[in-house]
């Protein structure tokens, strides 16, 4: 039995309403923060700087007051507190070397198909975009790692009680908002296209979609198998952030208004774990 008045003839139904849910959560969530980015990213190199700092910050943010926590919390259910660290820690690792295999392979591919920039100084420019671009890219391979195990928890959730998933998946979507931005503003600012760029972001969102059907599957493990995913996925994201989106959003604007952009997006990330 899965959970209070779900009967066997209904798992099937729910199943599928947690799933649309979670389409809800993941693409429509992170597609609307790309939007919003993709307008953003689009204007001049202090926007586009400031908007990635805030991205980052977000980044960050959400990695050190939620999703680290989170997975030492439901670990901790299960596990000594020896093993608990050395598996967060673990995880971590594990999500940074994801994300950077996806960086080596895309710079594996640039070099295959001579598109490398020159960084000359008559074409730094170019070489900025082309920085961007990657980051962007790689944002959105950490954003995907992220939202699996959102998905996860959206499944877990909704399969012990239906009403509960769809309070986590509406909280979820309101947390892939910023998320959203923080692919869609380098892309854009790096020259994609905005309609692409959104497409890129509300693609990264599917893989809620994944993680919400595992999730419904596996309830009785989805806590543990979730906070593991949870916590690669800040390993990815502060990989990310710490090799692409600062060193992008700093070699765009050396003022103080890169800063001010993170700390505010560490606050941001802050107030929306406090929820």
């Known amino acids: 039995m899965r ?8 798992i099937l139904s729910d199943g599928l309403l947690i799933v649309l849910v979670s389409l809800a959560a993941g693409v429509v969530g992170t597609g609307l923060g790309g939007i919003l980015g993709a307008f953003l990213g689009g204007g ?9 700092g805030f991205a980052a910050g977000v980044m960050i943010g959400l ?3 939620e999703m680290v926590p989170s997975a030492f919390e439901e670990l901790d259910a ?3 507190d020896y093993a608990v660290i050395l598996a967060v820690l673990a995880s971590l690792v594990a999500g940074a070397l994801l994300v950077a295999v996806a960086g080596w392979i895309i710079e594996f591919v640039e070099k295959k198909k001579k598109v490398v920039p020159d960084t000359s100084k008559t074409d730094v420019n170019a070489a ?3 920085g961007l671009m990657r980051a962007g890219i790689m944002t959105a391979a950490a954003i995907a790692v992220h939202n699996f195990p959102e998905g996860v928890a959206i499944g877990g959730a909704g399969g012990a009680e239906l009403a509960g998933g769809i ?3 509406i909280m979820i979507a309101l947390h892939n908002v910023p998320e959203g931005m923080a692919i869609t503003a380098p892309l854009t600012g790096g020259g994609e296209k905005s309609w692409k760029s959104v497409l890129i972001a509300a693609g990264a969102g599917a893989a809620t979609i994944l993680g919400a059907a595992v999730g419904f599957v596996i309830q009785d493990a989805s806590d543990w198998a979730g906070a593991v995913c949870m916590a690669a996925a800040a390993g990815s994201m502060l990989y990310v952030t710490a090799t692409s989106l600062l060193p992008e959003t700093y070699e765009l604007s050396h003022g ?6 993170i700390i505010c997006g560490i606050l941001c990330a802050f107030a929306f774990s406090a929820v």
């Open 78 to 80: 299960v596990l000594p």
């Open 3 to 10: 959970g209070d008045g779900i009967e066997d003839g209904g």
């Open 44 to 52: 001049s190199e202090k926007t586009v700087a400031s908007v990635s």
């Open 63 to 65: 990695s050190a007051f």
């Open 167 to 169: 309070t986590v998946a």
């Open 128 to 130: 900025s975009k082309a």
């Open 256 to 261: 103080k208004m890169p800063s001010v952009a």
